[in-house]
């Protein structure tokens, strides 16, 4: 009994280094495994562009993260000006309906770096973000 009360306290007591060092061992593993950021990507059709979208539309465009009430806004202005964007949204199947009338349009949440890259935010002319504000708290 006192061995599993020992164990216990051990295991409790090292819990909090353990999650500190989970996050850095990522970051490491990550930094020099190309196995690793490989498997990190999203298996999610939606989370990449098509391969048909030719370079020239991903090139000088704008991204535009969210697609909601103001979003739509954004787009259709974009779109009577005649010029070119790409929608990185959340809702998985808001991306669906976008793409199946021709927009170009990435699944995921834009504080990924990965959803921007898919974007194609490196070739972008702007970022507009057309998401409401989050507060994030830290303990």
Same mark, same amino acid.
């Given at each position: 009994?006192?061995?599993?009360?020992?164990?216990?306290?051990?295991?409790?007591?090292?819990?909090?280094?353990?999650?500190?060092?989970?996050?850095?061992?990522?970051a490491w593993i990550r930094s020099r495994s190309r196995l690793a950021r490989t498997l990190e990507r999203p298996a999610d059709p939606l989370a990449e562009l098509p391969r048909s979208v030719a370079s020239?539309?991903?090139?000088?465009?704008?991204?535009?993260? /969210?697609?909601?009430? *103001?979003?739509?806004?954004? +787009? #259709?202005?974009?779109?009577?000006?005649?010029?070119?964007? $790409?929608? @990185?949204?959340?809702?998985?199947?808001?991306?669906?309906?976008?793409?199946?009338? /021709?927009?170009?349009? *990435?699944?995921?949440?834009? +504080? #990924?770096?990965?959803?921007?890259?898919?974007?194609?935010? $490196?070739? @972008?002319?702007?970022?507009?973000?057309?998401?409401?504000?989050?507060?994030?708290?830290?303990?």
């Amino acid at each position: 009994m006192s061995l599993i009360l020992a164990g216990a306290l051990i295991s409790i007591s090292l819990n909090h280094l353990v999650f500190q060092a989970v996050e850095p061992a990522q970051a490491w593993i990550r930094s020099r495994s190309r196995l690793a950021r490989t498997l990190e990507r999203p298996a999610d059709p939606l989370a990449e562009l098509p391969r048909s979208v030719a370079s020239h539309e991903v090139t000088g465009h704008v991204v535009l993260v /969210g697609y909601g009430r *103001v979003g739509q806004r954004i +787009a #259709e202005a974009l779109a009577e000006h005649g010029l070119r964007f $790409a929608v @990185a949204e959340q809702n998985r199947e808001l991306v669906e309906t976008l793409r199946a009338r /021709g927009i170009h349009a *990435v699944a995921g949440d834009a +504080a #990924e770096p990965a959803v921007l890259i898919q974007a194609h935010i $490196a070739r @972008a002319r702007i970022l507009v973000i057309a998401t409401p504000i989050r507060c994030v708290r830290v303990a």
